[in-house]
Structure formats: C-alpha cells, structure tokens
C-alpha cells in the first residue's frame, strides 16, 4: 500500500535534504570563495562574500604548470581504475557464484588491509619502488593506487553481483556459455550500474589520494594532489592561493560527479529495493 | 633523400642527443618568495650551464621534511639538492647524510657569508650547506603609536621596558593590542618565540647532563611574563597565531609591536601589503635587565646534497651560483635591491645601494650578528641552536611543549601546571632517547 505523504512533511524533509547537502559541500563552497578573496581577506575572519579578484588563479597558472599534473591525475585515477576492475571482477564473480567457506574470511582480510595507517608501509614500499626502478613513474603509482583501492572495489562488486540471481548465471552454462562468455556476455551487462558506480567512486578516491602520490613522486608523475601541497607556505600568506589551486584541482572530478550522478545514484541503491 | 633535408636531420639528431646528455637536477624546496624568484631565474643558470637541466618540486615544510628524511635513509635518490633548515643540517651532517659543499670554487668567497650563518652550517669545520637566506629576530613596532603615547623605543630594550610599553600602547576601543606574539603550538612557531625569550631570561631547555630545566625559576619567570603580557595587551585568539597571523595583524595597524624573524622586516615595509609601511621602526630582540643576551635566534633555509645524489659535482655548481653574490646582483638588477635575498652574506650589508633600498637592513644586521647559536643562553649547555635545540628529538618534544604554552595563552591552563607536565615529558622523552642515564 502507498504510503501517503503530507504536502507540509515533504517540504520539510526537502529543506532538511538541502541542509544537510549545503553542509557536506560547504567546505568546498568556502574553499571556492576563499580563492576569489585577497590574501588578506582570506585570512581576516570567516566571510561569505569575497572581493572577486581572479589574482590568486592568474598568481596559480604562472607560478606552477597545471596541464603536467593534471595529465598525471586523468592517467593515474583511470589507469588504476581499469587495472581493478580487471582483477575485481572475477575475484567478486567467483566469491559471489561460486563461495567457499573461507570467503567471508578472505573478504574481511581484504577489507583489513585498509585498516593499517599508510605510512606505516612507507619504507618498505618505498625501498620496493627503489628496487624496480619505479619512483616517480606513472606505471609504479598506477600499480600502488589499484592496489589500495581493489578491496574497496571487490567488496562493491560482490556485493552487486550477489544481487543478480544465481540461476541466470546456470541458464546461460546450460545454453553452452563459457566462463568468459557469461562473464562478458551475461554477468557484466547485468551489474553494469554496479560497476558503474564502482568506476566512478574509485576514480574519485584515486584522483583525491594525497599519501602515496606525495610520498612516490617527484616531478615525472606527480598529480594534482601534489600540485595542491606546493603552495602551502612557511613565510607569507597563502590561504587565497591555495584556496585557488584546490579549487583547480578538483574541479574535474566535482564536474564528472556532477554528470554522472544519475548513474552513480542508481549505482549506490542498486539492489536496496526488492 | 637530399643533402639539405640530410643536414637538418643531422642537426635535429646532434641536438637531441645534447638534450639526453643533459643532467637534470631535482631540487626539492619550500615555497616562499625567495625560491618562487629562484625557480623563475633558473633559465640564467641552464643558459649558462647547458649540460645541467634543472626540475624544480615544491612541498609544504613540514612534507618535504618527511619526504626527503624517507628518500635519504632509503636511498632512494630522488633528489639532487634539498632545502633544509639550519635545524637540521648539523643532525643530518652528523648522520652522514649530507655531503660536504667543498667544491662551490674558489669564486665562491665562502669567507663572505655571515659567520654565525656559516658556523651553523658547519660540521668539524665542513660546510655541508650552503645559505640562500638567513633571518634573525627583531622587534617591529608603530612609531606613529610609540610618539602618541610619549614613549622612545630604545635601540636595546630590555623585556621591563616592552612590558610597560605594551600595556600603554593597548587600546581595545580602537582594536589595538599593545603587542604580538606568537601562540599557535609547534616546534618551529610559538617555541621559536618562548625559546629565545627564556634564552633571553637566562634559561635553557637542558642542564649539561641533559636534564630539562622547566623546574627552574628562570622558566616560570619568562612563561609568567609571557602570558601576563599576552593577557594584558595581545589580540584576542592569540594562542592560534603563527608568524602569518602576527603579520597580517601588524599590515592592518592592530599591534604596536610584534617580535618576529627579521624577514617580516621587509613585509611590514612594503606599501602594497602594509597599511602602515612608512610608520614601522625597528630594535633588537629585548634582553632582561642584567641578562646579557637578545636570545639567539637564527635560522637559515639552505640548499645542501643529499648523500644519496648521483649528480654531486652538477649539484655543487648549482648551489654555488644560487647562493652567491653575483645571484644577489642578478636579484637585484631584475627586481631591485629590496628584494634580494638578506641575512647571508657580510658584503650585502656593507652595499651602499642596498641599505638605501632597505631600510631594515641595518637592524636586521645588528640582530644577526647578536645571535650565537653555540652559546645560546647564558647557562653552560650540551646543544647548539638558539630558538631550538638541535638535536632529532627536538621536534617532537619541542611540539609537545609547545602545546602545553600554547593552552597556557589560551587561558586553558596554568603556568605551573604547563611547566609541570613540561618537565615530565620532557623528562620522559629524554630518558627514552637514552641522553638521560
């Protein structure tokens, strides 16, 4: 039976929505405004209306090269995206159709690797990447950032793929599928918002990643996360400046959030309602 | 294919392989104005030094601390040139973890740069960096607001004199606080400051044995004066001002006075940032009345070479042009003399030219060569440096502590208690480091 809505609750629920969604985004919304403001102004005190200079993006372009790091970020989050979904999706399809009873097991020590704070495998991965050549290389921290992001990846996935029934699966083996086929041919078109949605949050958790971009680069590889770092100053005010190359920095990805909410929404509530 | 399309492919070829043969130096740096104006200067070098190609990579202080403490101790070899505080030169030397300057050429003049700088930087007598500015600290205060209230800063203050001054000065009704000062916690912020005043108050963080001395009188004496001072006539919030809070204070006319490095100097002078560039003065760090010593601070950034660089002699060569006199000249000619980068070298100060340009170049002086990290207070101590200790615990403790001063200000907690707790971890740390038996 539907439930019925009174006209005054939606208008509540609709304000309380807008609220919570204003407070979530208002640190970039100041960032933003904090880069249309004077260095000054910046750091006078909490303020909603800035001057309206454009100084600190001009400031920004000449003092640093955009384009490099920003081509690091575009190769680096797609790259390693498409690197884990490589290896997620048959990890997720033969946990989700085919579990055994270690599977919870490997799942929780796959999400457990998460838990251990970065920096305390800084040395040894660093003297890894020494080891192979791989310091400040676009191939070295593709590697590392799929490598970080594949339990968040695998566990979206199977969770997606557990919604599709089982059955379907065994119609299209008894139509003569093979493992591939009914990976490529039944299974992906089948989870396509779910991996969607995966896609997308790990390029976004990819290209805001701020440890191993800074720690494994220098020059050569370094992406926008870096970009950001450099204009934090020890002498002198930055806050407008930096305000600025933040505001640079993410604005691709707020822009592809933007565009593709629809799927990543669907995405997201995949399966939530039966 | 004919002999003209031949030459150029020829020529096309020649000069690749002249680019691939060029070494690229990696320079990690800080960013402020100083190193922005180097890395725009850089193509005077390449165009002078073809062989060497030069990378520049920017990172917050505290992040190329740790990124180039991980590539040294690992090896990794990233860098061909870093840009250290005088902090941690003597500690990295000392670890071997740098390599001795001693090939900048005999143009170099090394006998120029300032002695308290160059001794800083040595090591058994071996400069392992090499400085591209150097700052003490001094007091900047409103000469328009010292007349109002009929007082005459001294060249020499002494703390009795800055107190009184402070409270007269301080008119809440107009948003003026007599004095700034640093309260943001941190090693290198609100400690640089405490540092060199309990310096000033005849203190020292440790006794010859190591043993921390915040149980000591001359602790109590300068933390009480401190937070009277700041109660009494600093800005409100001061426990989260840091150096750039302080100076943007003092731009818009709201503190009489503010101790700080002498770089601000420059800042506060300059009439497109400060609204009161033509009223600033300067004096020496204050001392108290019969303590003979201004505090002590000095700090450099300076460019050194990690052991790890496989382009040493392409290193050296550049550190020699960055930190010489004739890149001061060039500084100079491009974008005047008021913009050179001070606090390094003797002939600097003796430029007619420059001192014309600078008003605070002279006091600047003056409190350089007042300070002496090897004898930092007047107590005798185991360290060097005088608003920090130069030793690899000192930043984490110094932190610490810090934090303890910094609640003081905030009103959160008592002197006694900060000094207690103070000793207690600083008792801790150093018995857990081993310099306590």
Known sequence: ?????????????????????????????????????????????????????????????????YFKPFMNSVVLSIGSTILALLFAIPAAWSMAFSPTKRTKDILMWMLSTKMMPAVAVLIPIFILFRNFGLLDTRIGLTVMLT??????????????????????LEAARMDGASLWKEIVYVLTPMAVPGIA?????????AWNEAFWTIQLTTTNAAPLTAFIASFSSPQGLFWAKLSAASTMAIAPILILGWFSQKQLVRGLTFGAVK | MNLKTFLLGACSAVALCGFANAETL?????????????????????????????EWVTLEENVLRERV????????????????????VPIWAKQQWLLPLDGLGEAYDIDDLLPAIRGGLSVDGKLYAAPFYGESAMIMYRKDLFEKAGLTMPDSPTWEFIGEAARKITDRNADISGICLRGKAGWGENMAFVSALTNSFGGRWFDENWAPQFDQPEWKESLQFYADLMKDAGPSGASSNGFNENLTLFQQGKCGMWIDATVAASFVSNPKDSTVADKVGFALFPSKEGVANHGNWLWSWNLAIPASSQKAEAAQKF???????????????????????????TSLYNNEEYKKAAAFAVPTLAAMDAADITKPTIKPVPYTGGQFVAIPEFQALGTTV???????????????DALTAAQATATRDMTRAGYIK
């Open chain 1, 1 to 65: 039976m539907a439930r019925t809505v009174s006209r005054g609750s939606k208008i509540g629920w609709t304000i309380a929505a807008w609220l919570v969604a204003l407070l979530i985004f208002f640190p970039i919304l100041y960032a933003f405004i904090t880069s249309l403001k004077t260095e000054p102004e910046a750091i006078a005190g909490f303020s909603l209306i800035p001057s309206g200079t454009f100084e600190n993006y001009v400031t920004v372009q000449t003092q640093r090269d």
């Open chain 1, 147 to 168: 490598l970080i992001n594949l339990p968040i990846v695998v566990w979206m996935l199977y969770t997606y793929f557990r919604e599709i029934p089982g059955e379907i």
């Open chain 1, 197 to 205: 949605s995966t896609l997308l949050l790990n390029i976004i958790l």
């Open chain 2, 26 to 54: 990696t320079i990690a740096t800080v960013n402020n104005g100083d190193m922005i104006r180097m890395q725009g200067l850089t193509s005077e070098f390449t165009k002078a030094n073809p062989d060497i190609q030069v």
């Open chain 2, 69 to 88: 403490t991980t590539d040294i101790a690992a090896s990794g070899g990233q860098y061909d040139i870093v840009t250290i505080g005088n902090y941690e």
């Open chain 2, 319 to 345: 550190i020699a042009w960055a930190t010489s006199k004739e890149y001061t000249d060039l500084v100079a000619s491009k974008e005047g003399w008021a913009n050179v980068p001070p606090g390094t070298r």
């Open chain 2, 402 to 416: 810090g934090q303890l001063f910094s609640a003081v200000i905030a009103g959160q907690s008592s002197v006694d």
